[in-house]
């Protein structure tokens, strides 16, 4: 039996299945890792359990640029219809599955490359995606952990991440800022002058911590008092979302009223 290749040409990705002899094919792509930081961090704050806030997050920050953050990276329904006919048509639907796809590097030359494990999900949830480790993430770019090196890619059309909005504050139809954040959660902070909004970790480990994501498309990890400098945020619910399944998020700080649209965690 030949090795059975399916292509999903709209993003260019590649699903491999072993042939009966248990040989894969002969093409070897780069993989992309995945992130361990969490579970890194965690460790860190397991060892020293008097580190405090500030130090726990100079070291974190330092591991992050060692193995990215985990990054929910999702693809079109198209593709996750490819993906699941894949499994479905496996000897053993639960056995895993070897995703690829070929990118264009920002320096115009193509990789191959192997993908962590797709996780299948519900439209609502996003329907598929892989979790990368990424350390900037814009919208025309990312930049990925190929190993131990930091590559950055075009960013394909087909690829889609979670998205957080400022709001303007007379028109909320109307989104004054993007951020492009790695999960879905509600935002618990946003800095002055509104280049900056903060995320929670749900590791409750983490809990002293927190992610900045910066407008322009990297993250920093801080302390969670310093997200939440200026006062806590409310759900606004006299204000309707123009966006379905999205919550909108209002801080009042600085004497300035933020208004920040997102779509809650979502359970897979």
């Not at 193995?67 to 490819?82: E, L, N, P, R, W």
């Not at 800022?177 to 002058?193: E, K, L, Y």
């Not at 919550?247 to 897979?268: E, G, Q």
Request: with cysteine.
């Amino acid at each position: 039996m030949k090795n059975k290749t399916v292509r999903l040409l709209s993003l260019v990705l590649f699903a491999f299945a072993p042939d009966c002899r248990g040989q894969m094919v002969s093409m070897m792509p780069f993989g992309v890792q995945e992130s361990a930081l969490v579970e890194k961090i965690g460790s860190l704050r397991s060892a020293n359990p008097q580190i405090t806030p500030a130090e726990l997050a100079k070291s974190a920050n330092d591991l992050l640029t060692k193995h990215g953050i985990a990054y929910k990276v999702y693809f079109d329904s198209a593709t996750c219809q490819k993906i699941r006919g894949v499994k479905q048509s496996q000897k053993d639907p639960k056995a895993p599955i070897k995703l690829g796809a070929s990118l264009q590097s920002t320096g115009a030359e193509k990789a191959s490359l192997a993908l962590p494990q797709p996780i299948l999900t519900t439209p609502e949830c996003g329907d598929c995606y892989v979790e990368m480790a990424i350390l900037e993430m814009t919208e025309t770019d990312f930049v990925t952990l190929i190993q131990g090196h930091n590559i950055k890619f075009n960013l394909p059309q087909n690829f889609s991440v979670n998205k957080i909005h400022l709001l303007d504050n007379n028109d909320v139809s109307k989104k004054v800022r993007t951020w492009r954040v790695p999960f879905r959660a509600a935002p618990i902070g946003v800095t002055q002058d509104q280049s900056v909004i903060y995320l929670g970790f749900e590791n409750p480990v983490l809990s002293a911590l927190s992610l900045a994501v910066f407008e322009s498309g990297v993250f920093e990890i801080t302390t969670r008092a310093e997200a939440e400098e200026g006062g806590a945020g409310k759900p606004d619910k006299a204000l309707q979302p123009v966006e379905p399944g999205t919550h909108i998020v209002r801080f009042d700080r600085w004497k300035t009223k933020y208004l920040l649209s997102y779509k809650p965690s979502c359970a897979n």
